[in-house]
C-alpha cells in the first residue's frame, strides 16, 4: 500500500503544470475573414490576476481587448488594422507558481473593410470641387474675359486694314508722278514749239 502511494507522489507536480489545449483561430492557420474574439483553452483554469495575453498585428499594432474568462477558456476581443501576421502571447502562472508563456499565430489574408461613416477628407472634398465644377476653375478655363478680349477681337481688322491703306497711298503717289511727268513734258514741247517759230519769224 505505501509503495503505491510513494508512486502517485511525483505525478503531483507534473499535473500542476498548466498548459494550452487548443485556440481558435488554430496556431498558423490563415483566415479570409476576421473573427469576432479569439479563443484559447487551457488544461487548467487559468487565475484573471496572473493571466497576461497580449494581441499584436502588422507593424507591431495592437488587435485585442481586455480578456474574458470562463472555466479553463479564455476570450479575447480580435481587432485586425491588416491583412498579415498576428500573434497572440500568452503568459500565466501554473498552480506550483511555474510561469507558462508561449503563443499562437495566424495570417488574416484580407485586411479589414473601411469605415462608411467615415467623411471624406478635405482633400479629397477640394480637389472634386475644382475638377468638377467650382467658379473659379469654369472662368478662368472656359469663358474669362480678359483671356477672349486680348486673344480675339483687335487683330483681324487692324491687320486687313493697314495693308489696303498702305497700297492705296502707293498707288496714289504713282499716279501723281505719272501726272507731273506729263505735265512736265507737254510744257516742254510747247516752250520747244514756241522757239522754233521765234526762229522762224
Known amino acids: 500500500m505505501a509503495f503505491g502511494v510513494s508512486l502517485l507522489v511525483p505525478a503531483t507536480p507534473a499535473a500542476a503544470h498548466n498548459s494550452l489545449t487548443g485556440s481558435d483561430p488554430r496556431d498558423g492557420a490563415r483566415v479570409t475573414t476576421a473573427p469576432a474574439r479569439i479563443d484559447l483553452r487551457f488544461l487548467a483554469t487559468p487565475a484573471p490576476a496572473t493571466t497576461k495575453i497580449t494581441v499584436t498585428g502588422p507593424d507591431n499594432v495592437v488587435a485585442g481587448g481586455p480578456p474574458a474568462f470562463d472555466g479553463k477558456r479564455v476570450r479575447v476581443p480580435f481587432k485586425p488594422a491588416a491583412a498579415g501576421l498576428y500573434i497572440v502571447g500568452y503568459q500565466l502562472a501554473s498552480s506550483d507558481g511555474h510561469p507558462v508563456k508561449g503563443e499562437v499565430r495566424f495570417t488574416l489574408t484580407t485586411g479589414t473593410a473601411a469605415d462608411p461613416s467615415a467623411a471624406p477628407s478635405a482633400t479629397d472634398g477640394t480637389s472634386a470641387g475644382a475638377s468638377a465644377g467650382s467658379p473659379s476653375a469654369g472662368a478662368s478655363a472656359v469663358g474669362s474675359p480678359t483671356a477672349g478680349s486680348t486673344s480675339a477681337t483687335p487683330a483681324s481688322p487692324t491687320a486687313s486694314v493697314v495693308p489696303l491703306a498702305q497700297e492705296q497711298s502707293d498707288a496714289g503717289r504713282w499716279w501723281l508722278g505719272a501726272l507731273g511727268g506729263l505735265?512736265?513734258?507737254?510744257?516742254?514741247?510747247?516752250?520747244?514749239?514756241?522757239?522754233?517759230?521765234?526762229?522762224?519769224?
Open 183 to 201: 505735265v512736265l513734258l507737254a510744257a516742254l514741247g510747247a516752250g520747244f514749239v514756241l522757239r522754233r517759230r521765234s526762229a522762224r519769224g
